[in-house]
């Protein structure tokens, strides 16, 4: 068969993606939207979140267009591939947004009719995002690259790919900042007036910044969440290609294969998600970890017929068997496993942990925040050693320790790109998140039964669980992602390009790009601070000076907060989505390629041990406030959970703005590395 087949084989399978979400997302908005009361509820949130998007995306739009200008400097398919990539990676969040916020108030009149009913609605709703999102960036990656190889020069083709990555890094960089910023100032403001000051529970309509919180759930965790991982699986995917062409040759049939792998997992994640059911102990984590488990078998053994196929075409290099590529194939799939599971660890209510965060409040605050910096910091070394273990792993199956360095390092590619593959399923089980904490602060706000609570809350509890798996499965893919794309980078110059650690300009290199990740991460701390000030004011002003709240009897501002909230996201996401641009260009053109390739390297080993610290430390907190708020430890309002809700202040803008933005930040530093080659060569 031809190379073509591929290609088609891959569009159709995006197409797929594409079909099955938009079938899935007209039966999610044909079920019952409750009543008139839920409705105007969830046409706020929707409202709020549209708003903020739409502001979002106009700054973002400015920033395009001149860096897309400036980009025509090195050739116009590559500011073309850069323009795609920012748009694609902005629809996939758009829409997977637009879904979650029809979805939520569906999710809780779905909760009248028990536990599987309001689980079908909410995944379902979450699976239009993760399947739209691997849908889209499949298309957009193989469309162009079929396009822009028929009309342009070969290298040129190949750098237009690092354009499209650049595009999509950039948007989520913005997305993960500005969405992180709203989602965190908001609710960190809404809990410290709300359940610290004035003793109200979580979602309790006299609060005002209660609408500004819900809003904050979807541009963060849902759209934040599907720009990101659309980047990452597309960054990916062109690092894992590039390297096949600087190894194989840029007409080797190896440049088309991650994109058949892509493929095929779209296929299988699509299917996992019809297995999404309780059993009969109604553990809802087993449910969704069902369908995980199904689309990674279902991959597993498609990977092994595909690579038995793919090694039987004409002219393919047999750099590996086809037990070898699948062993390489499965590698990424289990770190995938491991990952998850490891996370769920540190971050479940269920673990060691989060009841020692949780026992730790009993003391005070200072012994709450002191614990949940220990797990925090603990919770970065098991991820590190797997994925260490998965790199050797796949270097030696591809025979790096045996005289191929190249073969072995596009083998770690394959074992980045099989583990991206389950990116449909994962964002799926991750949007699922926002949409049942949605589903929970209608039914409070509604004043609906108790009944419909007894339903979402353990939706939610579980919706926060996985959450922090999906940042964790994120975070370390980007960590195996960044380090292709660094072996792309150091095999980009005909003469080589040592790093000798008795260089001065690779030890300056490694110091800056190690303090990338830590600035970066404090100025998105600052900012939530910031922002969630302004948040506690308006709520006491509106306390003080509208009569009734508290007795129900007025109807606070909610649009104020968010207001408030959407101005300060946008002013603050600017310096931070620079940083990341604008370091290894000065870098690279001042200072030279040894000392650029130092800073990739240092942003990568800080930027991964910060952001699953963060990302893992901050959902700790959470649960272990959630774990007191079941009844341990004195339950709600004890001084432990006054302790727990102050530690869970600090993990939220740990969990949801910064560790998370600092996963792209640092693919965003390498593909401006790859990008600027042509300059520092």
Known sequence: MKASTIIMFALGCGGLGVLYSLITAAWVSKQPAGSERMQQIAEAIREGATAFLNREYKTVAVVMVVLAAALTYLGKWTAIGFVIGTVGSALAGYIGMMVTVKANVRTTEAAKGGLQAALTVAFKGGSVTGIMVVGLGLIGITGYYLFVKSVAPVEESFHALVGLGFGCSLMSVFARIAGGIYTKAADVGADLVGKVEAGIPEDDPRNAAVIADNVGDNVGDCAGMAADL????????????????????????????????????????????????????????????????????????????????????????????????????????????????????????????????????????????????????????????????????AYSLGGGFAGNPGVGLFAIALTAVAMLSMTGIVVAIDSYGPITDNAGGIAEMAELPEGVRAVTDPLDAVGNTTKAVTKGYAIASAGVAALVLFAEYSRSFAAGLAFDLSDPKVIVGLFIGGLLPYYFGSLLMESVGKAAGGVVEEVRRQFREIPGIMEGTAKPEYGKCVDIVTKSAIKE???????????????????????????????????????????SGGGAWDNAKKFIEDGMYGGKKSDAHKAAVTGDTVGDPYKDTAGPAINPMIKVVNIVALLIVPLIK
Request: charged share 10%; aromatic share 10%; proline share 5%.
């Open 573 to 615: 996401m600017m310096l931070p989505a620079l940083i990341p641009v604008a370091a290894p260009l000065l870098v690279g053109l001042l200072v030279g390629k040894e000392a650029l390739g130092g800073v990739l390297i240092g942003a990568i080993i800080t930027g991964l041990f910060q952001a699953i610290a963060m990302t």
């Open 230 to 393: 659309y980047e990452t699986y597309t960054v990916t995917l062109v690092a894992a290609m590039l390297l096949a062409k600087t190894v194989f040759g840029p007409e080797s049939l190896w440049v088309e294969f991650p994109l058949l792998i892509g493929g095929i997992s779209i296929v299988a994640s699509i299917i996992g998600t019809y297995f999404v059911r309780l059993g009969k102990s109604q553990y809802i984590m087993g449910a969704l970890y069902k369908g995980l488990a199904v689309a990674g078998i279902l991959a597993a053994g498609a990977f092994y017929f595909a690579s038995d196929w793919f090694l039987k075409l004409p002219g393919v290099e047999q750099a590996f068997s086809p037990m070898g590529v699948f062993i390489i194939a499965v590698i990424g799939l289990i770190l995938t496993g491991l990952i998850v599971m490891i996370t769920e660890y540190f971050t479940s209510k269920s673990f060691s942990p989060v009841k020692h965060i949780a026992a730790a409040s009993v003391t005070g605050h200072g012994t709450n925040v002191i614990a949940g910096l220990a797990v925090s910091m603990k919770a970065a070394a098991p991820p590190a050693i797997v994925i260490c273990g998965a790199i050797i792993w």
